[in-house]
């Protein structure tokens, strides 16, 4: 089966802490994003990568930081320089042409203990 | 900013009746896009409407582009139970630009 898998599934991060959200995806995808959501809110772009060893800041990158080190896989770490993380997160991966649609996983909810 | 608002923000009907969710948004773009979201769960593509495009159709979703007024809109007909989930609308800028995402409607549909 293609698609994107997200792990875990719910996170807890203690004070000061730094954890990491894993991202992977099978669809051979260059592109792939996260997304923070709060309640009621849309997404916020965090980090997005057109291609492997490279990525860019999005509108919130401040207290997270990613990798890109394989096509396939695309993971998050929360900072403790994030000082509100609480927020349900999601990966996406895409084609790189005009008019490419976004393929989501399942998400990750992250709380802080 | 070119972030997609969604209008209203929750819609409550009951099955067999239409839904009619709009979307605003600021500048030129390429496509926009409206994706479902089920409580907890990751978003899903449902259409892609390109800007030279007015209306598009698939299944029971019919959605039109009026970018003179910078306006979308997504009618689900005859909904169903099955359709509760809220609805996002999606833009891309012109030239390459990642998507952004309006807040969303919330619809619930009742049997």
């Known amino acids: 089966d293609g698609g994107i898998t997200q792990s875990p599934k719910y996170l807890f991060r203690k004070e000061g802490q730094n954890v990491t959200l894993s991202c992977e995806q099978n669809?051979?995808?260059?592109?792939m994003y996260w997304y923070r959501q709060d309640p009621g809110q849309g997404l916020r772009l965090i980090y997005y990568?057109?291609?492997?060893?490279?990525?860019q800041k999005g509108d919130i990158a401040e207290g997270y930081s990613v990798s890109r080190e394989k096509k396939e896989s695309f993971p998050l770490t929360v900072t403790s320089a994030q000082k509100n993380p609480t927020a349900f997160y999601l990966c996406?991966?895409?084609?790189?042409?005009?008019?490419?649609?976004?393929?989501f996983g399942s998400g990750t909810q992250l709380s802080v203990l | 900013s070119q972030q997609g608002e969604e209008d209203p923000q929750a819609l409550s009907i009951q099955e067999g009746e239409n839904a009619t969710m709009n979307c605003s948004y600021k500048?030129?773009?390429?496509?926009l896009q409206w994706y479902r979201q089920n409580s907890g769960r990751g978003l899903v593509h449902l259409i892609l409407?390109?800007?030279?495009?007015r209306e598009k159709h698939s299944g029971r979703l019919r959605v039109t582009l009026d970018t003179s007024k910078k306006s979308s809109s997504l009618l689900i007909t005859a909904s169903r139970a099955a359709d509760t989930a809220s609805y996002f609308c999606?833009?891309?800028?012109?030239?390459?630009?990642?998507?952004?995402f309006g807040k969303g409607t919330m619809l619930l549909v009742s049997p």
């Open positions: 996406a991966s895409s084609g790189t042409g005009l008019n490419e649609k976004l393929f």
């Open positions: 669809l051979n995808h260059d592109a």
């Open positions: 990568s057109q291609i492997v060893n490279d990525f």
């Open positions: 500048t030129s773009i390429n496509n």
């Open positions: 409407i390109r800007s030279n495009e």
């Open positions: 999606a833009t891309d800028g012109s030239g390459y630009s990642t998507l952004t």
